[in-house]
């Protein structure tokens, strides 16, 4: 009788969605066949040129620096690492501009940002637009990868190169030259050779160092010496300052530039280097294209070498700090050096300090569900081998000028007369106190919100199932609609050691000033954790909460990766965050990580580890819906039951599970499915489940199920139960899932009026969200995966959400603060009580044409 209830009460739930986007055939969702390349006039004087230290990943050291050319007219930029998009927003740098993306590596760490930036540019103004992509021949791996998410349009601009000197880039405005940096002995690699020692080549080694050569600026034109030789003032003046030698007017010779100009002066040189291991760096001095750079090179005269004015050294500290590295620098001369590698004083300096704000006045709040930010401090970071040395621990002569890079540090190329380092747009530091003093001048009201929730959280107020909440004149008011239902049995006895829900990304779409891409961090405290999709900049979302090394434990802690559907904004982090494991774990005992998803994601992963290794294994979300499971089990103790492998070539079983529209299709998966037995069971779990929803092909919810427990006493204490709604329109598949879940994580993309736009893009409102938990009867409704039209905090009405919290970047919802979870929603709308407001723009209209 249960049974059929709850179907009622889902299929009441079931309301209108755009059907051809669910099925992949919305025209909308279409590529679009001609993106435009921008052309853009040059301007060869180019009054204004500099190169300028884009700080992504400082603070956070999960990513490389960007480094961004600029002229008048043109917009180069040198790697696009994870939070590059997010950076630009946060700094107004206009994504629109920009014409050529290099990269000095083709890896996570370099391009990680690259899929979600292709994808806005795809997606600006009518036609989209596209941008010119340079790489090493690793690139074509790359691309190849991300054509199973990106229209090929967005990278038929994509271009790589193998030749040892390439010039991409040669115009009137600068010459860019790229010098390919291979391991030590891999270029002459001879495999045929017995007793070689020389290894093969593998994607993702070659580096590449960049020249950027601004032209000459011309001497100065003397008329008196044109007229000298003939010459009457006309278009010959122009045709002699452009370069062009003319016939003079009087005379029977030809008058060349260098009869009337004043002599030339070199135009600035940029080197931008990027030595990722000490392999590379013992080939680095031998590159012979680099010698004419050198100050004085050998079997060359001073006079002919070019002068370098900066290096920016992209290479970590692991290389920079070594002696060898530190020589070949003095081979510059008098060059400024930038060391761009993660420096200690930067990991104090949030680089998105919007985001960062937010976090600090929601943390004075109430710090039980907005924890400080994980940063170290220098004494704890000096100890970490990632870190560089100051350049006065360097062995340089004096003659060479080190600063370590920060962020928006620029070196000013033109005007000549401003050649040299210019500080001046470097941030401000803003400490947390004098956040909390802007944050008491600007809402007095806030010091008593605290305390009163501080008491709340404490107990003092709910013992009895009283509810209060403190109104914006401070006095107390009785909110019947806080009297605290009945105490599900699962949190019976629960500790501060059992679950947190740890909500690292609460946007959609893109990243945004205040809030990342989606990605939630479900933490088992010491038996590991289960990540719920994965959006560009979960690492550095790692990072910002937990710390540089208590993220590194934590990416070490995983159990599983679970990603809902193929849009990018769910699992362009995922790369990542494998090859961070990776790296972590390299030369320990240790399985590959688990990763569950739609079957488009394979094919992406599949391509993507041509490039670089992510020691992962994948199992479709198809494999874990309830049937498929139950058929699994059933077959496994099948299994058991005749000591033999029912699977196996020619078996019955192997039939079945090979028969279209069976729950399980594939036999690959059942060695797959005892492995994900085994990993939740070791966490405590007593099921990992997926279903379906309705949103676009293959998308998916996931429930989570803890293991019931034993308390003292011998009482069974049913397990916890979280559920986690991907994007989707409300449908009967979540309610049914849903039903008497503890907590309920559902997206809520589109404020109440805005249903049109929820259906034609199959995700749901806030009080639709709401009312599917309701149906379910969840215990807990907390609300994310928000349009970036409401830039810090969504459109709601808290009366009609008695047991709803909304999601914030950070935020840690511990399973023992449930029951006091709605209670933080008015002093919520009281932080931000003059900001919930929609954001109309560009960017965010972009990014609702992307969700």
């Known amino acids: 009788m249960e049974e059929s209830s709850n179907t009622a009460v889902a299929e009441s739930v079931g309301l209108g969605f755009n059907k051809r986007r669910a099925e992949g055939k919305d025209k909308n969702d279409g590529p679009k066949k001609n993106l435009q390349l921008k052309v853009r006039k040059l301007n060869p004087v180019n ?16 990513t490389a620096p960007s480094v961004l050319l600029f002229f008048d007219k043109q917009r180069f930029i040198f790697n696009a690492g994870e939070g590059l998009q997010r950076f630009c927003t946060e700094y107004k740098i206009k994504l629109s501009k920009i014409d050529h993306i290099f990269l000095s590596r083709v890896c996570s760490e370099t391009a990680g940002g690259l899929p979600g930036l292709l994808l806005t540019l795809a997606a600006m103004g009518e036609e989209g637009m596209s941008v010119n992509i340079w790489g090493p021949s690793d690139l074509k791996y790359l691309i190849n990868a991300m054509k199973s998410f990106i229209p090929n349009a967005a990278m038929v601009h994509a271009r790589s190169f193998s030749e040892d000197l390439f010039v991409p880039i040669d ?14 002995n891999s270029k002459v690699c001879d495999t045929t050779k017995e007793g070689s020692s020389d290894f093969a080549l593998k994607p993702g080694d070659v580096s590449v160092v960049y020249i950027c050569e601004l032209p000459e600026i011309k001497g100065k034109f003397d008329p008196k010496k044109a007229a000298a030789l003939g010459l009457r003032p006309g278009p010959k003046y122009r045709e002699l300052q452009l370069g062009n030698s003319v016939q003079s007017d009087c005379q029977d010779i030809m008058v060349h530039p260098s009869d009337v100009l004043g002599p030339s002066v070199p135009g600035p040189i940029v080197l931008i280097v990027d030595c990722p291991t000490p392999s590379h760096l013992h080939e680095l001095p031998s590159i012979h294209s680099l010698t004419p750079y050198y100050s004085y090179p050998s079997e060359q005269s001073k006079e002919m070498c070019k002068k370098v004015d900066c290096v920016i050294h992209l290479s970590p500290a692991s290389v920079t700090c070594t002696s060898e590295y530190q020589q070949w620098m003095s081979r510059f001369g008098e060059a400024q050096h930038v060391m761009a590698g993660h420096q200690p004083k930067n990991v104090e300096i949030p680089i998105l300090k919007s985001s960062a704000r937010i976090a600090a006045r929601l943390n004075y709040l109430c710090p039980q569900f907005f924890p400080s930010p994980g940063f170290w401090s220098l004494p704890q970071l000096k100890s970490l081998p990632s870190v560089s040395k100051a350049p006065s621990e360097f062995s340089l002569p004096s003659s060479c000028e080190v600063i370590m890079a920060e962020n928006l540090l620029k070196f000013c190329l033109r005007p000549l007369a401003q050649l040299g380092l210019d500080r001046f747009g470097i941030p401000e530091i803003t400490s947390r106190p004098k956040i909390i003093e802007d944050l008491i001048s600007e809402i007095p009201e806030i010091v008593g919100a605290s305390e009163h929730i501080t008491q709340l959280l404490h107990g003092n107020n709910i013992a009895n199932g009283g509810s209060t909440t403190l109104q914006a004149n401070n006095a107390v008011m009785e909110e019947p609609w806080l009297h605290e239902t009945a105490l599900p049995s699962c949190l019976e006895g629960i500790t501060r050691e059992d679950m947190e829900i740890v ?8 990243p945004s000033k205040y809030r990342n891409v989606t990605s939630i961090l479900i933490n088992l405290f010491s038996k590991g954790s289960i990540l719920l999709d994965c959006g560009e900049g979960t690492l550095g979302q790692l990072k910002r909460r937990f710390g540089i090394e208590g993220a590194d434990e934590a990416v070490k802690g995983l ?3 679970w990603i809902s559907h193929i849009h990018a904004d769910h699992h362009t982090g995922l790369a990542r965050i494998l090859a961070r494991r990776r790296d972590l774990l390299n030369g320990t005992s240790h399985e590959p990580l688990l990763v569950v998803g739609p079957r488009q994601l394979k094919t992406y992963l599949d391509a993507y580890q041509k490039l670089e290794d992510l020691d992962m294994q994948f199992l479709d979300c198809r494999h874990t819906t309830e049937a498929s499971l139950k058929n699994f089990e059933s077959s496994e ?46 966490a405590g779990l007593e099921a990992l489940i997926s279903f379906p929803v309705v949103h676009c092909p293959q998308a998916y919810g ?61 995700h749901s409102t806030t009080q639709e969200a709401i009312k599917v938990g309701d149906s379910a009867g969840a215990y807990r409704i907390i609300l994310t995966h928000f349009s970036q039209r409401y830039p810090k905090i969504p459109v709601f009405d808290e009366t009609h959400m008695p047991k709803t919290s909304i999601a914030f970047d950070m935020m840690s919802v511990n399973l023992a603060d449930l029951p006091m979870l709605p209670r933080v929603l008015p002093y919520l709308k009281l932080l931000f009580r003059d900001e919930m407001i929609v954001e109309e723009s560009e960017d965010v209209n972009v990014a609702a044409a992307a969700i």
């Not at 994007?727 to 049914?736: G, Q, W």
Request: hydrophobic share 35%.
């Open 47 to 62: 009054t204004i040129s500099y190169v300028q230290i884009l700080g992504t990943g400082m603070d956070t050291q999960d």
């Open 171 to 184: 115009d009137e405005v600068v010459k860019i030259s790229a010098v390919l940096l291979r391991p030590c």
């Open 503 to 510: 909500l690292l990304g609460t946007g959609s779409s893109q």
């Open 559 to 561: 159990r599983c990766i």
């Open 637 to 682: 103790q099948n299994d058991q039951k005749n000591g033999c492998n029912l699977f196996a070539k020619g078996s019955r079983m192997e039939s079945h599970w090979k028969r279209p529209g069976s729950p399980v299709d594939a036999s690959s998966a059942f060695p797959l499915l005892t492995a994900l037995k085994k990993i939740y069971r070791e």
């Open 702 to 762: 996931v429930v989570l199920k803890a293991a019931d427990r034993t308390n003292s006493t011998g009482k069974k204490i049913p397990g916890w139960k979280i559920v986690y709604s991907g994007d989707t329109r409300p449908c009967p598949e979540l309610v049914e899932a849903s039903h008497r879940a503890t907590v309920l994580i559902h997206e809520a993309t589109f404020e109440d009026g805005m249903v049109e736009e929820a259906i034609a893009r199959n």
